[in-house]
């Protein structure tokens, strides 16, 4: 929205049809929904903006503008979307940016070409978002920028009316074959994707039952994630005890029988140690850990005594599911 409003802007003030701003009134009707329910829980949504823009993270140990960070943005604006054409082949990466930069040199090499405008708009759109996204110091979620895709897609495939044609349906059908081989691969590996990988909804079942059935009637559980929520194991968890009924698990508080749910954080400013001292004040080692997939995703069992529970967490650990 940024983007557009500040590409609008200046096609107002270059031809000086300054009331085509009032056309923006128009968003008043989709945004109303998010002004009541600001209004209705104490602007919620806004005081989030805020922190947003202002970069107030509180639960950071470390700066986040170092070189690990910058290096990781870089290569997502860079190499991100390739990769989710050509499934990560370096080889097939090395033509495509071949094919772009051959494709959009001929096209701005002719000055009367009609859809240059077009081009220029997708380049000022893609660079533009990973410009303003070097100013936010969080993650960068692969759907962040997922919507660039087919966009991406449909600008390589246009590359045909610019490019010798035969070399470009040589790169098409080596592309497709490749793309084919890697899904037809993935298809055969299945059986080693659910209940084993973190993107599996069995993964979460399993896991959540693993503490239950190990649990004691009360127990008390923290779930540790780059977004602060948790939501696959926090769902998980919420589904089962439907099932253990018998059984009461209560996040983010401490009991006898507590849990952490870890899953590894790739944020250098972020680490689970310092959540686990600073914010759930827990500081010794776990009687029992619980081992899931390679990737180190477990869940850490403690025996706390009477002191380490008077221990408060942090306020501002979520005990709600929200938004969802």
Same mark, same amino acid.
């Given at each position: 929205?940024?983007?557009?409003?500040?590409?609008?802007?200046?096609?107002?003030?270059?031809?000086?049809?300054?009331?085509?701003?009032?056309?923006?009134?128009?968003?008043?009707?989709?945004?109303?929904? !998010?002004?009541?329910?600001?209004?209705?829980?104490?602007?919620?949504?806004?005081?989030?903006?805020? &922190?947003?823009?202002?970069? #107030?993270?509180?639960?950071?140990?470390?700066?986040?503008?170092?070189?690990?960070?910058?290096?990781?943005?870089?290569?997502?604006?860079?190499?991100?979307?390739?990769?989710?054409?050509?499934?990560?082949?370096?080889?097939?990466?090395?033509? +495509? /940016? /071949?094919?772009?930069?051959?494709?959009?040199?001929?096209?701005?090499? #002719?000055?009367?070409?009609? &859809?240059?405008?077009? !081009?220029?708009?997708?380049?000022?759109?893609?660079?533009? @978002?990973?410009? /303003?996204?070097?100013?936010?110091?969080?993650? /960068?979620?692969?759907?962040?920028?997922?919507?660039?895709?087919?966009?991406?897609?449909?600008?390589?495939?246009?590359?045909?009316?610019?490019?010798?044609?035969?070399?470009?349906?040589?790169?098409?059908?080596?592309?497709?074959?490749?793309?084919? @081989?890697?899904?037809?691969?993935?298809?055969?590996?299945?059986? &080693?994707?659910?209940?084993?990988?973190?993107?599996?909804?069995?993964?979460?079942?399993?896991?959540?039952?693993?503490?239950?059935?190990?649990?004691?009637? #009360?127990?008390?559980?923290?779930?540790?994630?780059?977004?602060?929520?948790? !939501?696959?194991?926090?769902?998980?968890?919420? @589904?089962?005890?439907?099932?253990?009924?018998?059984?009461?698990?209560?996040?983010?508080?401490?009991?006898? +029988?507590?849990?952490?749910?870890?899953?590894?954080?790739?944020?250098?400013? !972020?680490?689970?140690?310092?959540?686990?001292?600073?914010?759930?004040?827990?500081?010794? #080692?776990?009687?029992?850990?619980?081992?899931? &997939?390679?990737?180190?995703?477990?869940?850490?069992?403690?025996?706390?005594?009477?002191?380490?529970?008077?221990?408060?967490?942090?306020?501002?650990?979520?005990?709600?599911?929200?938004?969802?």
């Amino acid at each position: 929205m940024i983007l557009t409003f500040i590409l609008i802007l200046f096609n107002v003030i270059k031809h000086k049809k300054f009331y085509h701003l009032l056309a923006f009134l128009i968003l008043i009707i989709p945004l109303s929904t !998010y002004i009541i329910f600001d209004l209705r829980h104490n602007f919620l949504q806004t005081r989030s903006l805020i &922190n947003f823009f202002s970069q #107030n993270i509180k639960n950071t140990n470390k700066n986040f503008y170092n070189w690990e960070i910058i290096k990781q943005k870089i290569t997502h604006s860079v190499g991100s979307e390739l990769n989710f054409i050509t499934d990560r082949n370096i080889l097939l990466n090395f033509f +495509t /940016i /071949i094919i772009l930069f051959i494709g959009f040199y001929q096209v701005f090499k #002719n000055k009367k070409d009609k &859809n240059k405008e077009i !081009y220029l708009l997708f380049l000022y759109l893609y660079f533009g @978002y990973w410009l /303003i996204v070097i100013f936010y110091k969080g993650i /960068i979620w692969w759907h962040y920028y997922w919507p660039f895709l087919p966009l991406l897609s449909i600008i390589v495939a246009s590359f045909i009316k610019y490019i010798n044609k035969k070399a470009f349906f040589v790169f098409i059908i080596t592309l497709i074959a490749c793309s084919f @081989y890697t899904k037809t691969q993935l298809i055969i590996k299945t059986k &080693n994707y659910f209940g084993q990988e973190k993107s599996s909804w069995l993964f979460y079942k399993n896991m959540a039952k693993t503490i239950y059935e190990d649990a004691p009637k #009360n127990f008390g559980y923290f779930i540790f994630s780059d977004d602060n929520f948790g !939501y696959p194991s926090w769902y998980a968890m919420n @589904y089962m005890g439907k099932f253990y009924k018998n059984k009461k698990a209560i996040i983010h508080e401490k009991k006898e +029988t507590t849990y952490l749910i870890i899953d590894p954080s790739d944020n250098p400013g !972020y680490s689970k140690e310092w959540w686990q001292k600073n914010m759930v004040k827990i500081d010794k #080692n776990p009687e029992k850990v619980f081992q899931f &997939n390679k990737s180190n995703f477990r869940v850490e069992k403690y025996k706390l005594n009477e002191l380490d529970v008077k221990k408060e967490i942090d306020p501002t650990l979520i005990k709600t599911l929200i938004f969802r």
